[in-house]
């Protein structure tokens, strides 16, 4: 392992195949390169692998010796990762790999997104696959592509071809938790023509930055009600159209659709000489914002720049849409009544961006229950409507139901309870797994989720906490070692 940040990680075979999955790009919808990196590395061990017609690779392990007999073990993860920098950072996902860096005991990046987030467990996998000393019955290692992006690849997974029955998916993000159901959910896309003016001549071009939000997974952190800043920053628009005669040139916000947008940015023209009421009043909103976000996103911060002329939206055009993305949902919409401390049904406005010639935004709803998911994700599209704004629905993915009773979760929950001489916890989990789409094929898949603690994940500041990596590694080991044990009785 030549990266000095991971010098005396342990365990040593994890942080080295982590170390590559960082050095490698793997945007979603562009994960070819890694995959096939990885795929070689498994031909090259003598390991069977496929790619099926979705982009997803399967590697295949025997038994070890002796244990022809177990169960067979589906260990699934995702290849790609949420690409988010800060906005001073020139960092490229196209072609640049990813700049870990220790703060204390978590691993961080620089400026971006780690890409812990599933790159984590993506390298526990393949060291499950590499390591000869473990005792396991057979290993499929289910390796998925373009997850965060719309769960096109474990959406494109056929029937029939896992053989196991057995699944341990390595995408949550809490040690000592065991994970058994997850949000489904869908997209609703918007978009509209515009009809570009020119800026009317006494006016001067200015841009509205907000920045300094924390961001996060739009569903693990919606809970916490931390600022969205399209929708602060469309309040302190329509504010300004108050106060002066405000022309609207552009509006862009957020970069993906499953994180909370931390910046936003317009484009406007104003009366010339209106300058200073305009920051004047930046500057009451930024106070009052940072009063009304305190303890979660108080570092918001709102700034005037001057900006180079061009044409402006129409009024019909910017009235339309600031009123809808104000009266637009986001966040909570509902908790859940069976499961209690959970969110329900939630909405994230995650991406929006405006021109004088179109429009567009981008709705990610997520519920535990797939009726309630479509009922909010109508709301939204009947809102546009009003206006004749075009808003369609896609990429439904279903929720996964808890099984409670299910034999892997007791077996998982023994082998925690004698390794680490405590009680692991049960949890439902407000973000889509892969889980749900795959069990919707294999409705005979007995399924858990568990991993290791990682903060911040879908935003700049991801971390992940290094201990807690060698507790999943020696976790996942015993709960293999465990299913040989058990033999037919998890099968």
């Given at each position: 392992?030549?990266?000095?940040?991971?010098?005396?990680l342990?365990?040593?075979?994890?942080?080295?195949?982590?170390?590559?999955?960082?050095?490698?790009?793997?945007?979603?919808?562009?994960?070819?390169?890694?995959?096939?990196?990885?795929?070689?590395w498994?031909?090259?061990?003598?390991?069977?692998?496929?790619?099926d017609?979705?982009?997803?690779?399967?590697?295949?392990?025997?038994?070890?010796?002796?244990?022809?007999?177990?169960?067979?073990?589906?260990?699934q993860?995702?290849?790609?990762?949420?690409?988010?920098?800060?906005?001073?950072?020139?960092?490229?996902?196209?072609?640049?790999?990813?700049?870990?860096?220790?703060?204390?005991?978590?691993?961080?990046?620089?400026?971006?997104?780690?890409?812990?987030?599933?790159?984590?467990?993506?390298?526990?996998?393949?060291?499950?696959?590499?390591?000869?000393?473990?005792?396991?019955?057979?290993?499929?290692?289910?390796?998925?592509?373009?997850?965060?992006?719309?769960?096109?690849?474990?959406?494109?997974?056929?029937?029939?071809?896992?053989?196991?029955?057995?699944?341990?998916?390595?995408?949550?993000?809490?040690?000592?938790?065991?994970?058994?159901?997850?949000?489904?959910?869908?997209?609703?896309?918007?978009?509209?023509?515009g009809?570009?003016?020119?800026?009317?001549?006494?006016?001067?071009?200015?841009?509205?930055?907000?920045?300094?939000?924390?961001?996060?997974?739009?569903?693990?952190?919606?809970?916490?009600?931390?600022?969205?800043?399209?929708?602060?920053?469309?309040?302190?628009?329509?504010?300004?159209?108050?106060?002066?005669?405000?022309r609207?040139a552009?509006?862009?916000?957020?970069?993906?659709?499953n994180?909370?947008?931390?910046?936003?940015?317009?484009?406007?023209?104003?009366?010339?000489?209106?300058?200073?009421e305009?920051?004047?009043?930046?500057?009451?909103?930024?106070?009052?914002?940072?009063?009304?976000?305190k303890?979660?996103?108080?570092g918001?911060?709102?700034?005037?720049?001057?900006?180079?002329?061009g044409?402006?939206?129409?009024?019909?055009?910017?009235?339309?849409?600031?009123?809808?993305?104000?009266?637009?949902?986001?966040?909570?919409?509902?908790?859940?009544?069976?499961?209690?401390?959970?969110?329900?049904?939630?909405?994230?406005?995650?991406?929006?961006?405006?021109?004088?010639?179109?429009?567009?935004?981008?709705?990610?709803?997520?519920?535990?229950?797939?009726?309630?998911?479509?009922?909010?994700?109508?709301?939204?599209?009947?809102?546009?409507?009003?206006?004749?704004?075009?808003?369609?629905?896609?990429?439904?993915?279903?929720?996964?139901?808890?099984?409670?009773?299910?034999?892997?979760?007791?077996?998982?929950?023994?082998?925690?309870?004698?390794?680490?001489?405590?009680?692991s916890?049960?949890?439902?989990?407000?973000?889509?797994?892969?889980?749900?789409l795959?069990?919707?094929?294999?409705?005979?898949?007995?399924?858990?989720?568990?991993?290791?603690?990682?903060?911040?994940?879908?935003?700049?500041?991801?971390?992940?906490?290094?201990?807690?990596?060698?507790?999943?590694?020696h976790?996942?080991?015993?709960?293999?070692?465990?299913?040989?044990?058990?033999?037919?009785?998890?099968?």
């Amino acid at each position: 392992m030549s990266d000095p940040v991971f010098s005396g990680l342990e365990p040593a075979t994890v942080w080295a195949h982590f170390a590559t999955l960082c050095s490698v790009p793997r945007q979603s919808k562009a994960e070819a390169a890694l995959r096939d990196r990885i795929r070689q590395w498994a031909n090259d061990k003598g390991l069977a692998t496929t790619v099926d017609a979705a982009g997803n690779l399967l590697i295949r392990k025997p038994a070890a010796p002796g244990c022809e007999d177990a169960p067979g073990v589906v260990l699934q993860g995702h290849l790609d990762m949420v690409c988010q920098k800060n906005p001073d950072s020139a960092h490229d996902f196209s072609r640049d790999p990813i700049r870990p860096l220790r703060e204390g005991d978590w691993l961080v990046a620089d400026g971006t997104t780690l890409g812990a987030d599933n790159g984590i467990g993506v390298a526990l996998i393949l060291s499950v696959l590499e390591d000869a000393s473990l005792a396991h019955g057979p290993i499929e290692a289910l390796l998925t592509v373009d997850e965060e992006a719309g769960m096109g690849g474990a959406q494109g997974l056929e029937a029939g071809v896992l053989q196991g029955r057995l699944m341990l998916n390595v995408d949550t993000e809490e040690w000592g938790e065991f994970y058994i159901g997850c949000a489904g959910g869908l997209d609703v896309n918007v978009h509209c023509d515009g009809a570009p003016e020119h800026c009317p001549t006494d006016f001067e071009p200015w841009r509205i930055e907000l920045h300094g939000l924390r961001g996060g997974h739009s569903g693990v952190d919606i809970h916490e009600e931390r600022g969205n800043a399209i929708k602060l920053l469309v309040r302190v628009l329509r504010d300004l159209e108050r106060l002066v005669p405000l022309r609207l040139a552009g509006l862009a916000g957020g970069s993906a659709r499953n994180a909370l947008p931390r910046d936003a940015v317009a484009r406007v023209a104003v009366p010339q000489g209106r300058g200073a009421e305009i920051a004047a009043a930046l500057a009451s909103w930024e106070e009052r914002l940072r009063v009304e976000l305190k303890g979660v996103d108080e570092g918001v911060s709102l700034r005037l720049v001057q900006d180079d002329s061009g044409p402006v939206m129409s009024a019909e055009d910017q009235a339309v849409w600031l009123a809808s993305l104000h009266a637009a949902p986001h966040g909570v919409h509902r908790r859940s009544l069976s499961v209690p401390g959970v969110v329900e049904t939630s909405n994230n406005l995650g991406v929006v961006s405006l021109t004088p010639a179109e429009g567009s935004c981008n709705f990610m709803v997520r519920s535990l229950l797939d009726d309630t998911a479509l009922a909010l994700a109508d709301e939204i599209v009947s809102l546009f409507s009003l206006s004749g704004t075009r808003a369609e629905p896609s990429g439904q993915y279903p929720g996964w139901a808890p099984q409670a009773d299910s034999p892997l979760l007791a077996l998982c929950r023994a082998v925690y309870r004698h390794e680490f001489g405590a009680e692991s916890h049960v949890q439902v989990i407000h973000a889509g797994l892969e889980c749900g789409l795959i069990v919707a094929k294999y409705p005979d898949m007995q399924i858990v989720s568990f991993g290791p603690t990682i903060r911040g994940a879908h935003a700049p500041g991801e971390r992940v906490e290094i201990a807690s990596v060698g507790r999943v590694w020696h976790l996942l080991t015993a709960i293999l070692a465990a299913t040989v044990s058990a033999g037919t009785a998890q099968q």
